[in-house]
């Protein structure tokens, strides 16, 4: 038979053991397992048919459930219901795995907790069956019905919405308006194709794990920098020199010139040379206005953004407070309004996109069934500001990605309590600094957020590592410990907690210590203790 791509992968549970009594599990596991994978359409975890593995067991099929697309229970009610099926019935719950449910009642008629949970309408349908045989004969038919009637429902469902135009789906040509004495210049498309970004941020959110692309430009570059924002890598680890290459091949030499040394300040500010970096964006602006006429106004007013945030951030270490920065200033006597013909638009799209889902959600009934489908094209939406945000070394744009991303795992946590965007959703509040936020998460997601468990916590904490420069991120890492500290494990508790008291002692004992961190240290240390 013809290999398919893309099959649905199955994660069979139920009761596992070496008794004789349990053979009758493994037997049933092994015969659906062999049926389901001869039609070509599924490919089927079961514990038994794994090779060894240097993960623990429980690591082994935890994995292996959290990837699976749907998970079919088989339980005898004889039995009862394992230690370890009630946990993957829990991680099917937070991760919203499609199941199917099988109960074996036999001569036994009272039925078990679980089964009496999915007696409720809002509950999946279960089927009850007298033997294990039954269960082998109908649960690829079943199977297959169910994949086909939820296809017929989703595309009637996206027959009533609104299309995303193809514009707005496909790798566009990005036009950027540059002046020259002549005309606007428009950026070659295959210069500004952004694959690499257009995946990260789509496996980032929606686990849509794409091929790897085997190419080192500057899409590349601009994708390595993302471990710099959300996998823990330092500013030092990244290669800022082939990065400003890649970048010279891309942007025209009058933009390049102003923008490498945007670059070279925004690594000095990350690396706390504040001196430095001030000095070299000022550089930067100068030689704009001076390059005025071969440059978009936009540029000159992004800088000067940049300018104005980066002169309040490192006033704010210093325990200073400015009225009114020269880069407000100057943005303040510009006559034209800025406007950013990339970055302005996608984000524009993206907004509207969740106020129209928004209306659409609330006004949808309670048990109405629905499904998200495909929605790569809203983080396209964000790839495409970063990749515009990069290009031109705009840091406050290139930060406000995680408002972004907050803005909409808010959204999609509300409307489907999705756990892993909860867990996003978690962690780009965190990391924006709004402590205030990351409270009302934590309450308005509250019987979600109760779930969670010490290797969840221990994730959360450590994304707040990629908070930079380092006050930020010890702001980012008081307000973590806040939040999750009672989920994490003893051990993880006591070493993050030691960590954090060598910086708040330090910060105690410091003469001039920035005022700025006093309320996430006292909340984190009236929560923690």
């Known amino acids: 038979m013809k290999e398919f791509n893309n099959k649905l992968k199955i994660f069979i549970s139920s009761k596992i053991g070496d008794t004789a009594a349990d053979q009758k599990y493994m037997l049933a596991r092994s015969a659906v397992k062999e049926t389901l994978e001869s039609t070509g359409l599924f490919e089927v975890y079961a514990f038994e048919s794994e090779g060894p593995s240097v993960s623990p067991a429980t690591a082994h099929f935890t994995g292996a459930l959290q990837d699976s697309d749907v998970c079919i229970f088989l339980v005898d009610n004889k039995d009862g219901v394992p230690p370890g099926v009630k946990s993957e019935i829990e991680i099917v719950n ?6 199917l449910y099988y109960f074996c009642q036999g001569d036994e008629k009272e039925k078990t907790q679980v089964q009496l949970e999915l007696l409720k309408p809002t509950e999946a349908k279960h089927s009850i069956i007298n033997s294990f045989s039954e269960f ?3 649960c690829a038919q079943h199977l297959v019905s169910d994949v086909l009637l939820t296809f017929k429902r989703y595309r009637k469902l996206q027959h009533g919405q609104n299309e995303i135009s193809e514009v707005d789906k496909k790798i566009e040509n990005i036009e950027v308006q540059m002046k020259n004495p002549n005309n606007n210049v428009v950026l070659e498309k295959e210069k500004l194709v952004n694959e ?8 980032y959110l929606f686990n849509k794990k794409q091929q790897q692309i085997s190419k080192k430009d500057f899409d590349y570059y601009c994708s390595r920098y993302l471990l710099t924002m959300f996998e823990n890598t330092t500013i030092e ?3 800022m020199n082939l990065f400003l290459e890649s970048l010279s091949k891309v942007l025209p030499t009058p933009y390049f010139e102003i923008v490498e040394k945007r670059w070279i300040s925004n690594q000095k ?12 964006l000022k550089e930067a602006l100068t030689l704009a206005e001076k390059k005025q006429s071969e440059i ?8 000067l953004i940049d300018l104005r945030n980066r002169e309040k951030s490192i006033a704010e270490t210093k325990n200073q407070y400015i009225v009114k920065s020269e880069g407000q200033a100057c943005l303040d006597s510009r006559k034209v309004k800025i406007y950013y013909p990339i970055i302005d638009r996608n984000e524009k799209n993206l907004f509207e996109w969740l106020e129209k889902d928004r209306q659409k959600s609330e ?8 499904s998200y489908g495909d929605l790569s094209f809203l983080s396209d939406y964000i790839a495409d500001i970063y990749y515009q945000a990069m290009m031109f070394g705009s840091l406050t744009y290139i930060n406000r990605v995680y408002y972004l991303i907050q803005n909409l795992t808010y959204h999609l946590s509300l409307f489907s309590d999705y756990w892993p965007w909860v867990m996003t959703l978690l962690n780009s509040t965190i990391i924006n600094l709004d402590r205030k936020k990351t409270t009302q998460v934590m309450h308005n997601f509250g019987n979600l957020l109760e779930r969670m468990n010490s290797e ?11 908070a930079m420069p380092q006050h930020n991120k010890f702001s980012a890492n008081l307000i973590a410990m806040s939040e999750v500290g009672y989920y994490l494990s003893d051990e993880d508790f006591e070493n993050y907690w030691d960590m954090l008291k060598i910086q708040i002692n330090a910060w105690v004992k410091e003469e001039n210590s920035m005022v700025s961190l006093q309320p996430y240290i006292f909340q984190c240390l009236k929560l923690s203790n």
Request: hydrophobic share 30%; proline share 2%.
């Open 94 to 99: 937070k991760y919203q795995i499609p199941s």
């Open 136 to 138: 082998i004969e109908n």
């Open 196 to 203: 690499l970004c257009r995946n990260y941020f789509s496996n």
């Open 237 to 239: 680890e990244f290669n």
């Open 269 to 280: 500010y990350y690396l706390e040379d504040y001196d430095a970096s001030i000095e070299l």
């Open 296 to 303: 978009d106004e936009w540029l000159v007013q992004d800088i």
């Open 363 to 370: 006004m949808q009934s309670y048990s109405t069934w629905s």
């Open 456 to 466: 969840e916590a221990r994730k959360i904490f450590q994304f707040s590592n990629n």
